[in-house]
C-alpha cells in the first residue's frame, strides 16, 4: 500500500510534467480533472476488462475493501463505472466518505450499493452507455482509480465504448478471467483486447479470479498453476498473473468480524492467501491473494513510469531550452542589474523603430497617407491659390504705382513687379504648414500602430506608453520645427527674385517691339517692290518680258516641284476637316538615359497642342506640350554619333555628303516654365528630312500663326542683329495698359515656376527632419 501511495505522488509530478510540454494550464487542469473520469488518463488509472460473470466487480470490491459494487451471475454491471479513490489513514476501516461537489457524506457500502443498482435498473432495459462516477475516501483502498467496464459479450459494449477508458497509453489493463476458462485462457475475449491496446504487455495484468469455484477441476487448476509460473500460451506469457477468490472470502470474514477491529481486514486477506495456498500447492505465494494484487499493479504502474520518463525528460529538457532561448532573445536575464535593463530597453526600442519605419516606408498601415500628402494634397492645394485674382490687371497697377511711388509704372516696373512677386508667394505659406500639420497627425497614428505592432512592448505596458509618449513629444517637436523650415523656404523664394528675369522682361519687350517693326517694314517694302516691278514690265521690250516671264515661270515651277518633292516623300498623316491634325513616328530623347525612345506625336493645329503616345492604337496621351507658350529651334547633328541609318542615307541622297540634321527642340518662352511634365526643353528627332521639315513649319504656324511661312527666313535673320540694334533701334510709343498686362503674364509665369519648386521642395524638406529626428 505505501508503495502505492509513494507511487501516486510521482504520478503526480509526471502528470503535472506531461501539461507543461502540451502547454496546458497544470491548476486548470487539475481542476477540470476532478470533476470527470475523463479526463487525461494518469498512471493511476485501473480498466477492468473481462466477459459476463468473470468477477471484475468482486476483485474490485477486493481492492477498494468495501462491498460497493454490484455483483452478479447475469452481469450485474450494465454501464461504465468509474470510482476515484482516495486513502484517509484517520478513518476506520469501515467508514466510507463519499464526496459530491466539494461536500462529504459518510455512506455505508450497502447503501452506496443498493444506489448503484437502482441507477443501473434505470434507463432503456437496463442498459447505458453514460459512466457512473464517484469518488470514494476510504482507509482500506489504495490510491487508484478503478473503471468497472460491462462484460465484454454484452450488446450495449462495442469498440468505441472500451476505446474510451482503454486507449489511453498510462491506463493499466486489469484482465479478469474466472478459473474455470484457464485452459482456453489464449482465445478470451479480454486477451485480445488488452493486446490491441497494449501489444508490448507493458501495462496489463491478468487476474484469475473464483478459484474456489474450481478447486475440484483439475484441468483448470493445472492450466491455472502454469499462468502464475509463467508456462502458458505464449500469447499471454508476457503477462503478469494473479489468482484471487473474490470477495466471498475476504469481505465476508471482515463483515462478520468484531466492530471496531481495524485489523479484519487484514486478517480476512490473509486468510484468503491461506485458502488459496491450499488450492493452488504448486502455485508462487506471492502471486495468491488481494496483497499480491496490490503488488503487481504497483510494480507495473512503476514499470510504465520507467518507460516514459525517458521521454518526459527529454522533453522537459527541450522545453526548459526554449525557454532560456527566450528569456535571452527577451533580455529577462540582464533585467537583474541596471545593465540589464538598459540593454532591454535599447533592443525594444530597435524593434519599435524598425517596425515605425517600416510602417513608413512601405506604406504599410496609414503609411500611403504621407504619399498621398505629398503628392496629392499638398500640389492640389498650390493649384488652387487665387492667382487669377492677385494678377488682376487693377491688382497688378495698384500694386505696381504704390511700389513706385505713385510715378508711371513704365519708367520704373521692378519695385512694383518685385512686390507683386512677394505677395503672391506669401500665399504658399499656409498650405505649406497645412502639409506638415498633416503628415504630424499621420505619425502620430504611425506611432501607435507600431507600438502595438512590437510583440515586446506588450510585455511592458508602462514602458510601451513611456515609448509612445516620448515618440509623440518628438514628433511635436518635429512640426514645430518643420513649420519654422517650410515658412523660412518660402521666405528665401520671396526675397530673391533673379534681377536676370527683370532684364529678360525688358530684352522680350524690346524684341517684340523690333519683330513688329520688322514686320511693318517689310509689308511696306514689298508694296514698293510689287509697284517697280510693274512699272519694269510696263516699260522693258515685248522679248525680254517674255524672257523674265519664262524665267520667273521656270523659277516658280522649280520652288513648286521642290515643296512637291517634300510632300510626296514626307511620311506623316494628316486627318480633320481642313488637314488641322498631323501624325507621325518621331523619336523623343530621354533625359534621365540619354535614350531615344520611338513615340506616336499628334499635333493639332487648332488647339496648339502637340501630345504622344507610346504606341499608335493607345487613346490616352502621356504628355500633351503647349505650343503657343514655346520656341522651336533646329540642334545640330555634332552631338550626335556621326553614324546615320540607311533610311537617312536613302532619303538623303547617296551623294549628298553630309547629312543634314534631323534633330529639332522644343523650349519654353519662359526660362522658368516647363514644357513637358518637368523638363524645361524636349529635343526630337523627325525620321526623314521631309518629315522634319512639315513638322517644323506646322509647329512654327502654330506657335506664331500671324506671320505665316515668314518664320522660315527669319531664324537667320533674327541672328544677324547685333546687341547694340536693340539700343538704336527707334521705340514707337507703346499703350502702357498692354505692356503691363504683358509683363504682368511673364511674372505670372515666373511665380507658377517658383510654386511648382516649392511643391516639390517642400516634402524633401519635412522628410529631411523626419530623419533627423528618427535618427537623434
Given amino acids: ?30 481542476g477540470s480533472s476532478s470533476g470527470s473520469s475523463r479526463r487525461a488518463s494518469t498512471f493511476l488509472n485501473v480498466v477492468a476488462l473481462g466477459n459476463v460473470g468473470a468477477g471484475k466487480s468482486a476483485v474490485l470490491n477486493s481492492l477498494i475493501g468495501h462491498p460497493v459494487l454490484p455483483t452478479g451471475e447475469n452481469g450485474a454491471t450494465r454501464a461504465p463505472i468509474s470510482i476515484d479513490l482516495q ?15 466539494n461536500k462529504s457524506q459518510q455512506v455505508s457500502a450497502s447503501a452506496l450499493r443498493h444506489s448503484l443498482q437502482d441507477r443501473l435498473s434505470k434507463g432503456s432495459s437496463g442498459k447505458s452507455r453514460d459512466e457512473i462516477y464517484l469518488k470514494l475516501r476510504t482507509s482500506t483502498a489504495p490510491p487508484l482509480k478503478l473503471v468497472d467496464l460491462p462484460g465484454l459479450d454484452q450488446r450495449i459494449m462495442d469498440d468505441s465504448l472500451v476505446s474510451e477508458y482503454a486507449e489511453h497509453n498510462d491506463a493499466i489493463l486489469l484482465v479478469i478471467v474466472p478459473a474455470s476458462q484457464a485452459p482456453e485462457i489464449a482465445s478470451s475475449r479480454a486477451i485480445r483486447v488488452a493486446k490491441e491496446y497494449d501489444g508490448d504487455g507493458t501495462r496489463t495484468i491478468g487476474v484469475i479470479s473464483k478459484i474456489d469455484q474450481a478447486a475440484s477441476d483439475q484441468k483448470s487448476l493445472a492450466a491455472v ?16 498473473w494473479v489468482a484471487l477468490i473474490g470477495q466471498s472470502v475476504s469481505i465476508a470474514s471482515a463483515q462478520s468480524g468484531s466492530v471496531g477491529s481495524e485489523s479484519s481486514l487484514e486478517t480476512a486477506w490473509r486468510a484468503e492467501s491461506e485458502s488459496l495456498k491450499s488450492i ?21 504502474i512503476r514499470n510504465r513510469m520507467k518507460v516514459r520518463l525517458p521521454n518526459l525528460l527529454s522533453g522537459l529538457q527541450g522545453k526548459s531550452q526554449i525557454v532560456q532561448d527566450e528569456l535571452v532573445r527577451l533580455g529577462e536575464q540582464m533585467v537583474q542589474s541596471s545593465e540589464g535593463t538598459r540593454a532591454l530597453a535599447l533592443e525594444l526600442c530597435r524593434e519599435f523603430e524598425d517596425r515605425f519605419l517600416l510602417h513608413v516606408t512601405s506604406g504599410e498601415g496609414a503609411g500611403w497617407k504621407i504619399v498621398a500628402s505629398f503628392e496629392g494634397t499638398f500640389p492640389n492645394r498650390m493649384k488652387q491659390l487665387p492667382l487669377d485674382r492677385h494678377f488682376d490687371i487693377n491688382n497688378v497697377k495698384r500694386i505696381v504705382l504704390e511700389a513706385d511711388g505713385y510715378q508711371p509704372y513704365l519708367i520704373s516696373p521692378e519695385k512694383g513687379l518685385r512686390s507683386l512677386i512677394k505677395g503672391v508667394l506669401e500665399l504658399a505659406k499656409e498650405p505649406s504648414r497645412l502639409c506638415v500639420d498633416e503628415v504630424h497627425r499621420v505619425l502620430v497614428d504611425i506611432v501607435s500602430a507600431s507600438a502595438n505592432a512590437t510583440p515586446g512592448l506588450g510585455r511592458y505596458p ?7 509618449a516620448i515618440a509623440s513629444a518628438a514628433l511635436d517637436g518635429f512640426k514645430n520645427e518643420a513649420r519654422k523650415m517650410v515658412v523660412a523656404l518660402v521666405d528665401m523664394e520671396r526675397a530673391f527674385v533673379p534681377p536676370q528675369h527683370f532684364i529678360r522682361l525688358v530684352q522680350r519687350r524690346m524684341e517684340r517691339q523690333r519683330r513688329e517693326e520688322e514686320l511693318k517694314t517689310r509689308s511696306s517694302k514689298k508694296g514698293h517692290e510689287a509697284e517697280q516691278a510693274t512699272l519694269n514690265r510696263a516699260t522693258s521690250p515685248q522679248t525680254g518680258g517674255q524672257q523674265a516671264g519664262g524665267s520667273l515661270k521656270s523659277m516658280k515651277d522649280k520652288s513648286g516641284q521642290a515643296e512637291k518633292d517634300v510632300q510626296e516623300n514626307s511620311g506623316l498623316k494628316t486627318a480633320g476637316p481642313e488637314g488641322e491634325i498631323t501624325a507621325g513616328f ?38 500633351v506640350i503647349t505650343l503657343e507658350e514655346c520656341n522651336i529651334e533646329e540642334v545640330s547633328d555634332e552631338e550626335e554619333p556621326s553614324s546615320k541609318s540607311s533610311k537617312d542615307k536613302k532619303a538623303n541622297g547617296p551623294d549628298s555628303g553630309k547629312a543634314p540634321s534631323l534633330l529639332f527642340k522644343i523650349t519654353s518662352k ?14 526630337l528627332k523627325a525620321e526623314s528630312v521631309a518629315d522634319k521639315s512639315e513638322w517644323m513649319n506646322k509647329i512654327r504656324n502654330v506657335i506664331q500663326p500671324s506671320r505665316g511661312g515668314q518664320m522660315k527666313s527669319e531664324g537667320g535673320m533674327r541672328q544677324s542683329h547685333s546687341d547694340g540694334y536693340l539700343d538704336t533701334m527707334a521705340r514707337k510709343p507703346a499703350d502702357p495698359e498692354e505692356e503691363l498686362r504683358w509683363m504682368s503674364q511673364e511674372v505670372r509665369g515666373y511665380v507658377e515656376a517658383v510654386l511648382n519648386s516649392l511643391a516639390a521642395n517642400v516634402p524633401k524638406v519635412s522628410l529631411y527632419h523626419f530623419v533627423y529626428i528618427i535618427h537623434a
Fill in 225 to 240: 498453476q502454469a499462468l502464475l509460473l509463467n508456462q502458458g500460451p505464449s500469447r499471454v506469457s508476457d503477462i503478469p
Fill in 87 to 101: 486513502r484517509d489513514g484517520s478513518l476506520s476501516s469501515k467508514s466510507i466518505i463519499l464526496q459530491i461537489d
Fill in 1 to 30: 500500500m505505501e508503495a502505492i501511495e509513494e507511487l501516486a505522488q510521482l504520478s503526480e509530478s509526471m502528470r503535472q510534467a506531461a501539461a507543461l510540454l502540451a502547454d496546458e494550464d497544470v491548476d486548470e487542469n487539475t
Fill in 586 to 623: 518621331m523619336l523623343k530623347k530621354s533625359a534621365k538615359t540619354n535614350g531615344w525612345s520611338r513615340r506616336w506625336f499628334v499635333l493639332n493645329e487648332k488647339t496648339g497642342k502637340l501630345g504622344y503616345t507610346k504606341k499608335q492604337e493607345e487613346r490616352n496621351f502621356r504628355g
Fill in 280 to 300: 493452488l500447492t504448486g502455485a508462487p505465494q506471492s502471486k495468491l491473494g488481494r496483497i499480491a494484487l496490490v503488488d503487481a499493479l504497483s510494480q507495473q
Fill in 670 to 683: 519662359v526660362p522658368y516654365k516647363t514644357v513637358l511634365k518637368a523638363h524645361s526643353a524636349v529635343v
Fill in 462 to 468: 508602462p514602458f510601451k506608453r513611456e515609448v509612445v
